[in-house]
Nanobody, 112 residues
Framework: QVQLVESGGRLVQAGASLRLSCVAS????????MGWFRQAPGKERDVVARISWSGASTWYADSVKGRFTISRDNAKNTLDLQMNSLKPEDTAVYYC?????WGQGTQVTVSS
């Protein structure tokens, strides 16, 4: 059974940092690209960052470039998202994805 479990989301003030983590089980972790997505209330789910299977290649949405860093540890089956200089517009449920599988999401709320 494939499982992706996110953690680390919480309420923070603008300017703070958070680190989200996703632990995967039930599939070959090191063979697939992964990504972080987010969905704000009333909006579509959008990609935030992507990382290649090896971790050598990354991509970021313009809205988070320079503030967020995606990383993975294939030995530990974990995917992380370091989020710095958080803004109220970063408020959303954040999802870990390894196609076609999704985690259940973790809520990030940034207060102004």
């Amino acid at each position: 059974q494939v499982q992706l479990v996110e953690s680390g989301g919480r309420l923070v003030q603008a300017g703070a940092s958070l680190r989200l983590s996703c632990v995967a089980s039930g599939l070959p972790f090191g063979s697939r690209a992964m990504g972080w997505f987010r969905q704000a209330p009333g909006k579509e789910r959008d990609v935030v960052a992507r990382i290649s299977w090896s971790g050598a290649s990354t991509w970021y949405a313009d809205s988070v470039k320079g503030r967020f860093t995606i990383s993975r540890d294939n030995a530990k089956n974990t995917l992380d998202l370091q989020m710095n200089s958080l803004k109220p517009e970063d408020t959303a449920v954040y999802y870990c994805m390894m196609g076609p599988y999704w985690g259940q999401g973790t809520q990030v709320t940034v207060s102004s």
